[in-house]
């Protein structure tokens, strides 16, 4: 499949996502300047994204696309949680839950690319506009889709309360936010004392799950929607789909695929590689540990 057919593919996937949600948002009697909140909260999520594009492209860099899609995460999500007079128990959660995610994911991913000086995944991309473009563009599809249920929670009134089930989200995000911090911190610490085009983290966290960092992410936002369920009502349960969308990212496109097809490039020849992937869960962590 040529790329311009993967274009064309990507960008009618991202009009429909962003339509179903919005359509969902509409439901919301909520406005910010005049236009439907949520409807300015996603406009607002892709002009960013174009802002620090063009600079990004004319300077052929992606060192600031990690930290611009943090920014438009604590964007988007405050301005929702500042345009409510009344505030809730869980309007709170849910706003202090995405910034402690994004700040924290944001500083983390881009120490690591200024530390690395790029990112493999913008090697060729970087150099042709519409590629790069895409991921832009890509990543105003993630915020939209990740942060819908937590930005028409924060919008949606509800009671002043924390039902037990908004309890089962909160340990749920703490788990996830704990999986994904902890194992961010071993690989960082791993790739300060070795080579990671000679050696592959297989201790730690990563002894259980290959991608427990995936793992983490997934269940924190699961978490997410489901402390949201209680705000919800009729066509709103489709942004439910925030904990799927991110399933499918980190799965199937940009997340494991890639990181697996450079592992085996780099590691393939070597037998306790072969042991680890044969032995090691490439999602969900095993609760026992083979040594390799």
């Not at 274009?7 to 339509?19: D, E, P, Q, Y």
């Not at 509800?158 to 995000?173: F, I, K, Q, Y």
Request: with cysteine; net charge positive; aromatic share 14%.
């Amino acid at each position: 499949m040529s790329r311009q057919i993967k274009n064309i593919i990507a960008i009618t996937f991202f009009l429909i996502c962003i339509g179903l949600i919005n359509v969902a948002g509409q439901n919301i009697d909520f406005e910010i300047r005049g236009m439907n909140a949520f409807t300015f909260i996603l406009i607002i999520a892709v002009l960013i994204q174009i802002i620090f594009f063009i600079p990004s492209f004319i300077l052929k860099t992606e060192k600031y696309y990690d930290l611009v899609g943090s920014l438009t995460y604590v964007t988007t999500v405050s301005l929702a949680y500042f345009a409510v007079e009344n505030k809730t128990m869980i309007d709170s959660i849910i706003y202090f839950y995405v910034m402690a995610w994004a700040l924290r994911l944001g500083i983390y991913l881009f120490r690591r690319v200024r530390n690395d000086g790029k990112d493999v995944r913008f090697e060729k991309a970087k150099r042709h506009f519409f590629w790069f473009l895409q991921y832009w563009m890509g990543q105003a599809l993630w915020v939209s889709l990740t942060a819908c249920a937590a930005i028409i929670a924060i919008l949606s009134p509800e009671e002043d309360t924390l039902p037990v089930l908004a309890m089962v989200g909160m340990a749920l995000w703490l788990s996830g936010f704990a999986i994904e911090s902890i194992s961010d911190y071993q690989k960082r610490v791993f790739r300060k004392e070795n080579n990671p085009s000679e050696a592959f983290i297989h201790t730690g966290l990563w002894a259980r799950s290959r991608h427990p960092n995936y793992f983490g992410e997934i269940t924190l936002w699961t978490g997410i929607a489901v402390i949201a369920l209680n705000t919800l009502n009729g066509i709103e349960y489709i942004t439910l789909i925030s904990p799927v969308f991110v399933y499918i990212l980190l799965t199937r496109m940009s997340g494991v695929n890639l990181l697996e097809r450079i592992g085996d490039e780099r590691y393939g020849h070597l037998e306790e590689y072969q042991r680890y992937k044969r032995n090691t869960p490439v999602l969900v962590p095993k609760l026992s540990k083979d040594k390799i």
